[in-house]
């Protein structure tokens, strides 16, 4: 699969001082700053005990308080889903979405992680991957070319893809929400997050959602979790 590179998941970790998650609820803990091809700047920090991912201009991860896909999981009824539900999850981060399903809402799934950045993958791993009790596959790759060659299909799919605080162009056509409906079962279900946090921003979000979103999935409905737009495929799951 040209372009594709599958990271088995090791066993390490960096080990956090017990006295930097105790500051951490006084005030943030720098852990770690470092760049990469995709991003100039990505630094690690401990907040409130939880470890957090940032860009220059955007949160990518922040353990089980990312709080756009906590809100989203929270508005929607994850009993629709099979119990071993697999998932797709376009943007690892620090692994924020599977934490979330399985810390707060008591979810095993099964996940497949898709993370064009090898320095995130890394970092990943170092911080909070081994937390995780749930299986999960990482795919080194563009989310675009992981669909394009491979044939699997998911219960739940989650885009959360962005180029510090902009997801890129081709991950926002028609052509790649037709390519994320191809590999939906039936039954499922896509979330797919989209800055909402200036009137600018909000425009923009609402005339993807009417333009395309709605094109490949009719039936879909917004989430509005103050600074984004979640955007469900299926009005069905939402509450």
């Known amino acids: ?18 006295y930097k998650k105790w500051l951490s609820y ?6 770690e700053t470092t760049s990469s091809g995709y991003n100039p700047q ?3 920090s401990l907040v409130r005990g939880r470890v957090q991912l940032t860009a220059q201009n955007a949160i990518y991860s922040f ?6 896909f906590r809100k989203a999981f929270q508005a929607i009824d994850l009993d629709k889903l099979p119990p071993d539900a697999d998932v797709l999850v376009l943007g690892l981060g620090l ?23 090898p320095v995130i993958v890394q970092l990943a ?14 795919v080194n790759t563009d989310a675009q070319i992981f669909l394009e060659v491979d044939q699997r299909k998911f219960d739940l799919i989650c ?14 056509t028609i052509e790649f929400l037709e390519q994320i409906s191809q590999r939906l079962r039936p039954d499922g279900i896509l979330i797919y997050n989209c800055l909402a946090n200036t009137d600018a921003k909000k425009r923009s979000s609402q005339a993807f959602f009417d333009d ?23 009005q069905k799951f939402v509450d």
């Open 1 to 18: 699969m040209l372009g594709i590179v599958i990271v088995y998941i090791l066993l390490s970790m960096i080990e956090i001082p017990a």
């Open 26 to 31: 006084l005030w943030e803990q720098p852990l």
């Open 42 to 44: 990505l630094t690690v």
């Open 63 to 68: 353990g089980d308080y990312y709080l756009n």
């Open 95 to 117: 692994g924020s979405i599977p934490e979330l399903l399985e810390a707060l809402h008591l979810r095993k799934y099964k996940y497949v992680a898709i993370e064009i950045d």
């Open 125 to 138: 791993q170092d911080y909070s991957l081994h937390r995780l009790k749930s299986s999960i596959e990482i």
């Open 159 to 172: 885009m959360d893809v962005f180029q510090d605080a902009i997801i890129p162009n081709h991950l926002s």
């Open 212 to 234: 395309s979103f709605c094109q490949v999935f009719p039936s879909a409905s917004i989430i509005d979790t103050g600074g984004n737009y979640m955007l469900v495929s299926d």
